[in-house]
């Protein structure tokens, strides 16, 4: 497969992982009454798809302001896609938390247990998107444990991730 149809794939491989999750997640949520929060992430899956897009075109311009490229400065070039990839992977692990944590008030433990699976898996699908922008092997296998990781701590403290992403959260 040519590098332009793999790009192409990974896109669209993305885009309908995330309908299908999105798709599926409703009906799953739906008997324990919690559908919305579907929604809820749907939107977040949006303006995460934005975010992704402008962040990656304002790296790439700094990086051309100061002449950081894959040739001349390696580990400066992987590193700051480290830090962007990361720091967006991350910040939609917060997101799921804070929005199953939203979800789970006077919930059943059932339920409870069933959004925050739901939004556990939501972190492998936001990861695929973060994936179809920094393709490296080794944005994929930091960002992939970063996204599990960082959902696990959110679920555990999740005031640090209002803490850390909250004033984004706060514009929408």
Not at 4 to 33: M, Y
């Amino acid at each position: 497969m040519h590098d332009d149809q793999k790009e192409l794939f990974e896109a669209l491989f993305a885009s309908v992982l995330t309908i299908i999750f999105l798709g599926l997640s409703a009906l799953l949520l739906w008997p324990a009454g919690r559908a919305w929060m579907t929604f809820s992430l749907m939107k977040g899956f949006w303006l995460f798809c934005i975010v992704m897009y402008v962040t990656s075109i304002v790296a790439v311009l700094i990086q051309r302001m100061f002449r950081v490229d894959i040739d001349t400065n390696f580990d400066a070039y992987v590193i700051s896609g480290l830090a962007v990839s990361g720091f967006l992977q991350a910040g939609w692990s917060a997101f799921a938390v804070l929005t199953v944590h939203s979800f789970t008030g006077g919930a059943p433990v059932w339920v409870a247990v069933l959004l925050y699976v739901v939004g556990f898996i939501s972190c492998y699908v936001a990861f695929n998107i973060v994936s179809t922008f920094y393709v490296g092997s080794i944005y994929r296998q930091t960002n992939v444990l970063l996204a599990f990781a960082s959902f696990i701590i959110f679920s555990v403290w999740p005031a640090s991730g209002r803490l850390l992403y909250g004033w984004f959260f706060d514009l929408f």
